[in-house]
């Protein structure tokens, strides 16, 4: 069984940072593309960012683009996502997500290409 675990979000004034990490646990899954998906109340999930199994593939959303980054550490199998500059409208319950068919190189922005999620971690910018 493959298990997520977001954590790192919180409360934080317009302007300053966070960083999320998520722990991916399971024997199941070797190589996988890792993802970070947001959703804020009454809006859908959106893409955030997504970096690819050997860390040499990034992906952001442009509303996040030059103030978000993605990285990895696959030897201790954790994702992060590095917020700078956050704004109000970053708020959201922030997921974590991985696609199991790293291998392929593949990285993807829609939610329904990823297998496992995690419970999510609310982060909340002041203005």
């Known amino acids: 069984q493959v298990q997520l675990v977001e954590s790192g979000g919180g409360l934080v004034q317009a302007g300053g940072s966070l960083r999320l990490s998520c722990a991916v646990s399971g024997r199941t899954i070797s190589s996988y593309t890792g993802g970070w998906f947001r959703q804020a109340p009454g809006k859908e999930r959106e893409f955030v960012a997504a970096i690819s199994w050997s860390g040499g593939r990034l992906v952001y959303a442009d509303s996040v683009k030059g103030r978000f980054t993605i990285s990895r550490d696959n030897a201790k199998k954790m994702v992060y996502l590095q917020m700078n500059s956050l704004k109000p409208e970053d708020t959201a319950v922030y997921y974590c997500?991985?696609?199991?068919?790293?291998?392929?190189?593949?990285?993807?922005?829609?939610?329904?290409?990823?297998?496992?999620w995690g419970q999510g971690t609310q982060v909340t910018v002041s203005s």
């Open positions: 997500a991985a696609d199991r068919r790293g291998a392929l190189g593949l990285v993807h922005r829609t939610p329904a290409e990823y297998d496992y």
